[in-house]
């Protein structure tokens, strides 16, 4: 499957459900804290911070984005890349976690052309240092196993 193929279900499935495709913005932020978008989130970190009232409830986009921390070590291995684009889904108020989990099961365990996963789908919800917020939204409908340990 190629990266389009992906990208498209993606924001299919996730405007089939209500939101809002919004097309990546510019790789320069239009924001005083950052010089280049690192994030998916970046675009719509007014929204989140209230600074602005977000144009709709749900949003999903493929934002492009550049990461530099790592910018020395890029290209002696497969795990550091500098341009990369990030898929996400957002909810501005509409929903939270008990919410987006299921999005997320339903994407990746319901096979093509739905979603890009398997019905067969091993996970576990990491417990962090905050297990109870963690693992208490993964429970049904969604099977997962226990937590491991922190």
């Known amino acids: 499957m190629r990266s ?10 996730f405007e089939q459900r209500g939101h809002t495709v919004v097309p990546s913005a510019s790789l320069i932020a239009d924001d005083p804290t ?8 970046v675009p719509f970190k007014p929204y989140f911070l209230g600074q602005e009232p977000a144009p709709y409830p749900r949003a999903t986009s493929i934002q492009k984005v550049v ?6 070590i890029v290209g002696t291995n497969s795990r550091n890349v500098s341009f990369f ?5 957002f909810s501005f108020g509409d929903y939270f976690k008990e919410g987006a989990i299921p999005l997320a099961w339903e994407l990746l365990t319901t096979p093509s052309p739905s979603g ?3 019905r067969v789908c091993r996970t576990t919800a ?12 993964w429970g049904s409908p969604v099977p997962v ?3 491991r340990s922190c």
């Open 116 to 118: 890009v996963g398997s």
């Open 145 to 147: 196993g226990p937590a």
């Open 126 to 137: 990491s417990c962090g240092s905050h297990p109870r917020r963690t693992t208490g939204p």
């Open 85 to 89: 684009q990030m898929a996400g889904n």
């Open 4 to 13: 389009v193929d992906i990208t498209g279900r993606f924001t299919r499935f």
């Open 67 to 72: 990461r530099t921390a790592d910018i020395d």
């Open 34 to 41: 950052l010089l280049l978008v690192n994030a998916g989130m």
